[in-house]
């Protein structure tokens, strides 16, 4: 392999291994992983992140396939779903550089109505327009950067030109699992039209690695904000140690430590989720740790609320509440 290979995201999605030795969980939650990828395998925080594990086949009371009924919610345009009356949620790929053992689309991605022609691109357009309160849109799947420049541009271009629309969130965890991803060219058209922030998601700081800060350099270079949506992770990231070195290296990359979330109440993820009094805990220690510039919300993502939830608030059983 060559050095020019390595650096193409191309090569890197081409050479993919897609088993790891585990058919049972494989067939269920499939299995993905770059050469990039690969070469984190060294570190624990991250293989735990990216190996399939038996206990993803065990069912865990409260955790089930669709906490927040995504499945049904995009009935009213092919491809969109909205929870907030500010923002929605386009599903622009339902394919990933990596396939997150904690993903909460996890089993989802499969089947998922994403948005691929240029016709289904322009009735989700129309769909913002009619709803003048939506201000914000987000860039999801899968991961939006997976997409060739060309239909990278198409969706942010569509959008960045509706005068109602200040963000164009594009949701991605290319700058931690596929960083050669980010080249001079799609950091062009991202900052072009001065709308698009970047969320991505960094879980510990063994993924900060000098491609992975690089590339986030390159997008802030470019004047495109940058925010961290970490998940907190039983074994990845639950100690105020972890959290404290991977909130001080995202600040060092210019990327905003923004949300931890305790894990959502997925099917196959109950394994990873951390109690709730421990993750108060985490967040008070934290907090007398690092200043707050570098200091993250903590937050649940609850089914039927309107809004990310402070956990700070919750009682034990809330984050696995249905309602
Ligand atoms: S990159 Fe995001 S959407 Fe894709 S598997 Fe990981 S958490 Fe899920």
Same mark, same amino acid.
């Given at each position: 392999m060559r050095k020019t290979e390595w650096n193409d995201w191309r090569w890197q999605l081409r050479h993919?291994?897609? @088993?790891?030795?585990f058919p049972g969980v494989e067939a269920v939650y499939p299995f993905f992983l770059t050469p990039y990828g690969k070469g984190l395998l060294r570190f624990p925080a991250v293989r735990k992140q990216m190996l399939p594990d038996p206990r993803e086949l065990r069912p865990v009371p409260g955790?089930?396939?669709?906490p927040f009924a995504e499945r049904g919610s995009a009935a009213k345009c092919f491809g969109v779903k909205q929870r907030f009356p500010d923002r929605v949620l386009v599903m622009?790929?339902?394919?990933?550089a990596m396939n997150c053992?904690?993903? @909460?689309?996890k089993g989802l991605l499969r089947g998922a109505e994403v948005v691929r022609t240029p016709g289904q691109l322009a009735l989700a357009v129309e769909y913002v327009r009619a709803h003048p309160r939506v201000r914000d849109v987000l860039l999801s799947g899968g991961d939006p950067l997976t997409l060739p420049d060309g239909r990278v541009k198409a969706f942010v271009e569509a959008f960045a030109?509706?005068?109602?629309?200040?963000v164009v969130r594009v949701c991605t965890r290319i700058p931690s699992m596929l960083p050669m991803r980010v080249t001079p060219a799609l950091v062009r058209l991202l900052a072009k039209s001065r709308k698009v922030w970047v969320n991505t998601q960094f879980n510990?700081?063994?993924?900060?690695t000098p491609e992975a800060v690089a590339a986030c350099g390159r997008l802030v270079d470019a004047g495109i904000p940058v925010s961290c949506q970490s998940v907190l992770l039983r074994g990845v990231n639950d100690s105020v140690d972890k959290l404290f070195a991977l909130c001080a290296a995202l600040q060092r990359a210019r990327v905003r430590p923004y949300y931890v979330f305790v894990c959502d109440p997925v099917s196959g993820t109950g394994h990873f989720r951390v109690p709730l009094e421990e993750a108060k805990a985490l967040e008070r220690r934290l907090a007398e740790r690092i200043g707050g510039l570098a200091f993250p919300r903590f937050v649940a993502d609850l089914p039927g609320s309107r809004r990310k939830v402070p956990i700070a608030g919750l009682g034990e059983d809330s984050h696995d509440k249905k309602e």
């Open positions: 993919a291994e897609r @088993t790891a030795g955790c089930v396939p669709d622009a790929s339902d394919f990933c053992r904690h993903c @909460t689309r030109a509706l005068p109602q629309i200040d510990c700081a063994e993924e900060l």
